[in-house]
């Protein structure tokens, strides 16, 4: 499931692509206007029917989706997750025992954290957010006798940068 934010981004970058109003928007997703001004305050989240009428119209503007992107990661066998920028969870692999919509800071163990934190801290850094780059990053620390870690990818889709990251164990 997306986060509650990006749908809100989607509507709005939809939106302002096509020069639609609220009317306009809500007449192609056989909705009302009330009911796009929910979603694009993030009041309520569209239901599934109307994601994926949202995930379409946004294809055919020519916006890149999240939409694949979070299936490759809820479908990964392995420890896999989507994140924005707010270090909030957009997707996760079943294996990787984070869960979609809350924060991954909260999620990490909590002997991992600090090591987290301050691997948040070198992205930032690195403008890792707002670069655009198609670089990997690699993450890793110790733990104990064994070497942790995962490998950061940026992605962009509608103009923000998301990071896929995929933990080594």
Known sequence: MRHPDTWQALISQLREHRRWSQEALAERLQTDQATISRWGRGAVQPGFAAQRKLEAL??????????????????????????????QVIAASSCSRFVAGKSVVLQTPEDERAHFIAFAERLEQLDFWRSGSDEAIEYSFARGLEIAGAVVVPVMARGEVFAVVQKRT
Not at 74 to 83: D, E, I
């Open 58 to 87: 946004a294809h055919e503007a020519g916006l890149q989706s999240l939409n694949g992107i979070e299936r490759v990661v809820q479908c990964s066998p392995f420890p896999m997750l989507l994140v924005d920028r707010t270090l």
